[in-house]
């Protein structure tokens, strides 16, 4: 089992910056891949950012050159660094883990962190 618990989100004016982190604990050395995905009202959770172990850190078109995930492999942590932000950035953002294993994989999910975004 894989425990996620995300902080960093509040309000912010458009334009600034936050940053997310999200903690992990549990089976961590199973992990092969973190990252963070966001769901807005009324619409379907949407990939953010994903960083595995092995191979390239994919974003959302909507963040790409705005936001930079980082990984802090001695503290188990994930990062999100949101810069230029926009009011459709507005979401509840979701740390993600996944194991994969012979057969199938495993997702985990943090519990979510509210992001707003004012104009």
């Known amino acids: 089992q894989v425990q996620l618990v995300e902080s960093g989100g509040g309000l912010v004016q458009a334009g600034g910056s936050l940053r997310l982190s999200c903690a992990a604990s549990?089976?961590?050395?199973?992990?092969?891949?973190m990252g963070w995905y966001r769901q807005a009202p009324g619409k379907q959770r949407e990939l953010v950012a994903v960083?595995?172990?092995?191979?390239?850190?994919n974003y959302g078109d909507s963040v790409k050159g705005r936001f930079t995930i980082s990984r802090d492999n001695a503290k188990h942590t994930v990062y999100l660094q949101m810069s230029s932000l926009k009011p459709e950035d507005t979401a509840v953002y979701y740390c993600?883990?996944?194991?994969?294993?012979?057969?199938?994989?495993?997702?985990?999910w943090g519990q979510g962190t509210q992001v707003t975004v004012s104009s």
């Open positions: 993600h883990a996944a194991r994969i294993v012979i057969g199938g994989r495993y997702d985990y």
């Open positions: 960083m595995p172990n092995l191979g390239s850190t």
């Open positions: 549990g089976s961590i050395s199973s992990i092969n891949t």
